[in-house]
């Protein structure tokens, strides 16, 4: 029902910033909370940031707040993640994810790559 594509993902320097974009196909509902995983080498899943579809109400991870920011453009169907002051420890995969509830996405993007050197 839903295919989600991630792009922008690459290597950058530590401080340095990168914005990451999930293009949606299909219908995202007003009510769905979107948002972006991220899988480090030799840890768990960890959600790092989450939006309601239809409003403004947003979550981060302790671990981003304040350097990452997540947004969205309905009309094109395209969820983003401006990611500033970049840490080696930002360094993981990171997911576009729609309809998550529970902390469990209904659906999955293919991961892009973020690598962070110090």
């Known amino acids: 029902q839903v295919q989600l594509v991630e792009s922008g993902g690459g290597l950058v320097q530590a401080g340095g910033s990168l914005r990451l974009s999930c293009a949606a196909s299909?219908?995202?509902?007003?009510?769905?909370?979107m948002g972006w995983f991220r899988q480090a080498p030799g840890k768990e899943r960890e959600n790092v940031a989450a939006?309601?579809?239809?409003?403004?109400?947003?979550h981060y991870a302790d671990s981003v707040k304040g350097r990452f920011t997540i947004s969205r453009d309905n009309a094109k169907n395209t969820l983003y993640l401006q990611m500033d002051s970049l840490k080696p420890e930002d360094t993981a995969v990171y997911y576009c994810?729609?309809?998550?509830?529970?902390?469990?996405?209904?659906?999955w993007g293919q991961g892009t790559q973020v690598t962070v050197s110090s």
């Open positions: 994810a729609a309809d998550v509830r529970g902390g469990k996405p209904s659906f």
């Open positions: 299909g219908r995202i509902f007003s009510t769905w909370t």
């Open positions: 939006i309601i579809w239809g409003g403004s109400s947003t």
